[in-house]
């Protein structure tokens, strides 16, 4: 299969979806952000001088979804029906792990969207927390699911895929 952000000469190209039709669209991309074990506990409590790290890293990461043709040249801008983060501290792991469900009634899908959320969220915490903890780590950050569409719907192998 093609590249289809090509031409038949090579040069870059937005896909031309007008003749699509407009479909129930679905993405889940996950990640994490790994840090000291005391610097999640200052999340946890809450007791960051910056405010509340989590809700501000879901505000942030639902922003991103929403801007993603702004920082993706090829993307499409779309208008999404919901946008859904949830972020669960790990403490067995020293991390933090975020979600994004994105969804939009449209002609092209979102996975761009919902990645793009969870490493604007990851980003969030990173920037809230970096003067105490400039060795954290965003990692793992994927595409788990997509449905609509042409392609229909996808999901991850969990046992098949490397993290």
């Given at each position: ?84 983060i949830e972020l669960t501290p790990c403490p067995g792991d020293a991390a933090i ?18 990645l793009c959320a969870v490493q604007v969220a990851l980003l969030t915490i990173y ?9 954290m780590t965003l990692t793992n950050i994927r595409l788990v699911e997509k449905a ?16």
């Amino acid at each position: 299969m093609p590249l289809t952000h090509f031409t038949p000469n090579g040069e870059a190209r937005m896909v031309d979806v007008g003749d699509k039709a407009p479909t129930h669209r679905r993405a889940v991309a996950e990640g994490r952000i790994r840090m000291e074990p005391t610097t999640l506990a200052l999340i946890e409590q809450g007791g960051h001088a910056k405010g509340d790290v989590l809700g501000i890293a879901r505000v942030a990461g639902i922003m991103g979804a929403k801007r993603t043709a702004d920082l993706v040249p090829l993307c499409h801008p779309l208008s999404l029906t919901r946008v859904e983060i949830e972020l669960t501290p790990c403490p067995g792991d020293a991390a933090i792990q975020c979600r994004a469900s994105v969804e939009t009634r449209g002609q092209t899908g979102v996975e761009m969207e919902a990645l793009c959320a969870v490493q604007v969220a990851l980003l969030t915490i990173y920037d809230m927390c970096k003067a105490v903890d400039r060795g954290m780590t965003l990692t793992n950050i994927r595409l788990v699911e997509k449905a609509g569409g042409r392609s229909g719907h996808w999901t991850r192998d969990p046992n098949g895929s490397p993290d």
